[in-house]
């Protein structure tokens, strides 16, 4: 069964410093990998993800994420930090070769930019 | 527009009451998710529909059942409200190729008192 770990609860930056949310994951087959954001009160937003290819993924508000097959990891990145940018961020992986449709949550990580 | 719409937003019941959640979407997808989010966040998923047949269904009790009477619609109904199913469902839903992502609604808290 495939499975997430986000491993920090919460991360804090500096507005203009370069932020990383970390993931890892593990899946019997191909992973496909995704970043969701949440909002106070909204649903969650689809932010990029990696299904093939290149292993650096851009994504909606300049963020972007690097897929490391050897760690089994899909850190997102951000080169500087927004206020705006404070959140809750889920990885999400779902299975290629089995159960490819089920999508599968880390516990999400609250990133707190302060100005 | 839209997307992936839940109603109601908020839903404020006591213990033993019966409710439903529905979600439609308006994006010609084949596949509905429901989602329970905890008061920790923690996102697990609760059932999925492909074309309106039940595909997914993990470890939930049998007080909640979904419906899907076609395939923009995936309903949640509840039984027996117990204090615990207090949460944030998110209803979702994700084209017909394995390396989409799923849209999601607006989540319905409820309250269960």
């Known amino acids: 069964a495939q499975s997430v770990a986000q491993p920090e609860d919460q991360v804090n930056v500096a507005e203009g410093n370069p932020l990383t949310v970390k993931c890892t994951y593990s899946?019997?087959?191909?992973?496909?990998l995704f970043w969701y954001v949440q909002y106070p009160n909204r649903g969650l937003q689809f932010l990029l993800k990696?299904?093939?290819?290149?292993?650096l993924v851009k994504g909606s508000y300049g963020f972007e994420a690097e897929f490391n097959k050897s760690q089994t990891s899909f850190h997102l990145k951000k080169p500087s930090a927004l206020v705006s940018d404070s959140a809750l961020y889920f990885c999400a992986v779902r299975d290629g070769n089995t159960g490819f449709q089920k999508l599968v949550f880390g516990t999400g990580t609250r990133l707190l930019v302060s100005p | 527009d839209t997307a992936v719409s839940q109603t109601p937003k908020y839903l404020v019941t006591q213990m033993g009451n019966d409710k439903s959640i529905k979600c439609e979407q308006n994006l010609g997808h084949d596949t509905m998710y429901w989602y329970k989010q905890d008061s920790k966040k923690f996102l697990k998923i609760m059932f999925s529909y492909n074309n309106k047949e039940l595909i997914i269904n993990e470890t939930v009790p049998n007080r909640f059942s979904p419906k899907s009477p076609d395939k923009a619609h995936l309903n949640l109904h509840i039984n027996s409200l117990e204090l615990g199913d207090s949460a944030v469902y998110f209803c979702?839903?994700?084209?017909?190729?394995?390396?989409?992502?799923?849209?999601f609604g607006q989540g319905t808290r409820l309250t269960v008192v």
């Open positions: 979702a839903s994700r084209g017909g190729t394995v390396n989409t992502e799923a849209f």
């Open positions: 990696y299904i093939t290819g290149d292993n």
């Open positions: 899946v019997s087959g191909n992973p496909y």
